[in-house]
């Protein structure tokens, strides 16, 4: 399903592209924003999480379609069978493993939440939202929008472990992208955003009202000029560099790694995908 909002724009106008995820990596670190969206260098390679992942969210793309009733434990574990990819791990043993992580994350998950209650009024929805006035379109896809009391509640899945704080959560700007574009798509207010963690069944929210959305919007104007404009990005060096893509590339984020020693270098990704 593909959301597009109501406003049009000229053909061939320049927006710049502007997704919570493009978002989130030039807030977290400018340096790799550039290598992977400015300059567009491979990433280090496809590693079994990125696969998992995806079967992850495809076994509960297909879960969620179901009808409330049909939302077993039983029919997850289906689910997954049947959108389990293979491909991107590096043997056999190696896929075994991770399905084995997987099927276990998806149980936990249905033993800690309520899936028969969820009212699913969209699943796996890409959504494009031009704001021709500020040279934007915004983009991206949102897991799944509920309707829960009569206001419709974003729902984004996470496979890492459960490690979002609240405040994180409440200061987030991609978050409020994403409040802003599916307001945008949906024709109404839409201000609850939901995050599931997978592997634990817990669930934390957050909120963008009319206000916050308002004063967030100037705030992702300003951002999003410097992402556009500057010709300078920073390395940003944080616990985030053991897991970067173009590590061999940044002498700081290596120097980084090597000051917190915390592991090697080739570590594997975590699970965790950005927002
Ligand atoms: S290694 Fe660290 S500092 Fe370097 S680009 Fe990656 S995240 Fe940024």
């Known amino acids: 399903m ?40 491979p990433e280090r390679r496809q590693f079994g999480p990125t696969a998992l992942g995806r079967s992850v969210h495809k076994a509960l793309r297909d879960f969620y379609a179901l009808d409330p009733s049909e939302r077993t434990v039983d029919a997850l574990v289906r689910a997954l069978r049947r959108s389990w990819d293979r491909a991107g791990y590096r043997s056999v ?22 899936p028969k ?44 472990r459960f490690g979002e704080d609240q405040h994180k959560l409440d200061e987030s700007l991609p978050l409020t992208l994403y409040a802003i574009a599916v307001s945008a798509m949906m024709g109404r207010p839409v201000s609850r955003i939901a995050i599931e963690h997978l592997s634990s069944g817990r669930r934390a929210e957050t909120w963008r009202d009319r206000d916050r959305q308002a004063s967030d919007w100037r705030k992702l104007n300003v951002v999003s000029k410097q992402m556009r404009d500057t010709a300078q990005f920073p390395p940003k060096p944080s616990s985030l560099c053991r897991w970067c893509d173009y590590l061999v590339a940044c002498p700081e984020g290596r120097a980084s790694v090597r000051v917190q020693n915390e592991a090697p270098i080739d570590a594997p990704l975590p699970i965790e995908e950005p927002l």
């Open 2 to 41: 593909t959301l597009f909002n109501d406003k049009l724009f000229d053909e061939g106008e320049q927006l710049f592209e502007l997704n919570p995820s493009k978002l989130q990596c030039y807030l977290d670190c400018p340096r790799q924003y550039r290598f992977r969206y400015v300059d567009r260098r």
């Open 93 to 114: 043993k190696e896929a075994e493993d991770a399905y084995t992580r997987a099927e276990d994350m998806l149980r936990r998950y249905h033993a800690g939440t309520d």
């Open 117 to 160: 209650r969820a009212r699913v009024v969209a699943l796996e929805s890409k959504f494009s939202h031009a704001r021709s006035s500020e040279g934007l379109l915004i983009t991206g896809r949102v897991d799944r929008i509920d309707i829960d009391e009569g206001q419709y509640v974003i729902v984004d899945y996470k496979t890492g």
